[in-house]
């Protein structure tokens, strides 16, 4: 039942992703790409891939539109040479300070007090690193 329950909250979420984030101009995987790079990079690409759950062949894609718009930068990986190494730049930085912003703003999670959002998002980390999300 849990599962299903998400499941709906990820849905509805979804369809406001364009209405409380389109300013930002980018699309919703390349910022959850942005943000998962934010978090943990830089990482290889495949390791990107890993923790979105973004096929490779679309994640090339994604990285292209990050760099494009200088979001983010792909750069040779000091302990493997053939692989590269995915970092988010100072303006892709600006860029998630901004969506942490809107996200602050978003009336979605409105019903829940400071205190069970941050018990919420404390829960969600724990399942997605104990299942390696």
Same mark, same amino acid.
């Given at each position: 039942? @849990?599962g299903l329950?998400?499941?709906?909250?990820v849905r509805a *979420? *979804?369809?406001r992703?364009?209405?409380?984030y389109?300013?930002?101009?980018? #699309?919703?995987?390349a !910022?959850?790409?942005?943000v998962?790079?934010?978090?943990?990079?830089?990482? +290889?690409?495949? +390791?990107? #891939?890993?923790r @979105?759950?973004?096929?490779?062949?679309?994640l090339?894609? %994604? %990285?292209?539109?990050?760099e494009?718009?200088? !979001?983010?930068q792909r750069?040779?990986?000091p $302990?493997d /040479? /053939?692989?590269?190494?995915? #970092?988010? @730049?100072?303006k892709?930085? +600006?860029l !998630?300070?901004r969506?942490a912003?809107l996200? *602050?703003?978003?009336d979605?999670?409105a019903v829940? $007090? *400071?205190?069970? /959002?941050?018990?919420?998002d404390?829960?969600?980390? +724990? !399942?997605?690193?104990?299942?390696?999300?």
């Amino acid at each position: 039942m @849990t599962g299903l329950l998400i499941d709906r909250l990820v849905r509805a *979420a *979804a369809v406001r992703y364009p209405e409380v984030y389109g300013e930002l101009g980018i #699309s919703k995987p390349a !910022l959850v790409v942005l943000v998962a790079l934010a978090a943990e990079g830089p990482l +290889r690409q495949a +390791r990107v #891939s890993e923790r @979105t759950g973004i096929d490779k062949a679309t994640l090339v894609g %994604l %990285l292209n539109e990050l760099e494009g718009l200088g !979001l983010a930068q792909r750069a040779p990986d000091p $302990s493997d /040479r /053939r692989a590269h190494a995915v #970092s988010v @730049t100072v303006k892709g930085r +600006r860029l !998630l300070d901004r969506a942490a912003d809107l996200a *602050a703003a978003d009336d979605f999670f409105a019903v829940l $007090s *400071a205190e069970e /959002r941050a018990a919420l998002d404390g829960m969600l980390v +724990r !399942l997605l690193d104990a299942h390696g999300a």
